[in-house]
């Protein structure tokens, strides 16, 4: 049994999860009172004037402007900003699907921050990205900030003991080192905007403190998390993954 609830506040939609049906790297935080994801109001945009965006994007960028790598092999990710390198805390590279996005290079252009990488991220009809987990939270040297463009009702991220589903136009942002998993079980594509930003003072002041309090527990709980997925991987002998962007 689950229970849908909207927050007031902040537009976030947070389905509780049963605890039966949890698996055990949810159960970590069960309880626990940290705070896995929030959203950014700062990053809050017309979904409209986002929506046409992507539309003169996707018309105009061809196959080269793309990675085909979503479980169905359509197209997954399309680059607006490039790692200069993997693993390497640098600005990235704008490309030229850049040009089709203008409030996106707006954004973009805050001066006080150093943005990583970008990309629009596109998860086809029935897809879902597998339990996963990357160091990006506000307290870890990159944080990945979020906005959706088209959200189909149903679509959802599972993190933690959670699973939210924010508006298209919301920007909202996650501590990533706790195992996470996206699902689309709708008919319709989903499509995100994600921005990967240096976690300076600069973008941690446009999130809840909250999603950076009780370091040492929040620590050890993502390690147990991360520990009991790898597990589970390991008895299932399934391979490890790696969201492609
Ligand atoms: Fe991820």
Not at 46 to 63: K, M, R, T
Not at 66 to 95: K, N
Not at 122 to 131: C, K
């Amino acid at each position: 049994m689950t229970q849908q609830s909207q927050s007031a506040c902040n537009g976030r939609v947070t389905r509780e999860l049963s605890v039966e049906s949890l698996l055990p790297w949810q159960m970590v935080t069960l309880g626990s009172g940290l705070m896995l994801q929030a959203s950014c109001l700062d990053l809050r945009s017309e979904a409209a004037a986002l929506q046409a965006e992507f539309a003169a994007a996707d018309a105009a960028v061809g196959p080269a402007g793309r990675a085909f790598l979503a479980s169905d092999g359509s197209w997954s990710t399309m680059a607006l900003v490039q790692r200069s390198r993997l693993g390497v805390l640098a600005a990235g590279l704008p490309t030229p699907n850049l040009e089709h996005m203008p409030s996106v290079a707006a954004l973009l252009s805050r001066s006080n921050w150093t943005v990583v990488g970008c990309h629009l991220v596109r998860q086809p009809p029935h897809g879902t990205l597998p339990w996963h987990f990357e160091d990006q939270a506000p307290y870890s040297q990159e944080s990945r900030l979020l906005v959706p463009i088209h959200a189909p009702d149903g679509a959802e991220t599972l993190i933690g003991h959670e699973s939210v589903a924010y508006p298209a136009g919301m920007g909202w942002t996650g501590d990533f080192n706790f195992p996470h998993q996206v699902e689309n079980p709708t008919e319709s594509q989903r499509i995100i905007l994600i921005v990967d930003v240096v976690s300076g003072p600069e973008v941690r002041r446009l999130l809840p403190p909250a999603l950076m309090d009780k370091l040492p527990l929040r620590r050890a709980l993502a390690g147990e998390a991360r520990n009991r997925l790898l597990q589970w991987r390991a008895s299932r002998s399934e391979p490890g993954f790696s969201a492609p962007y």
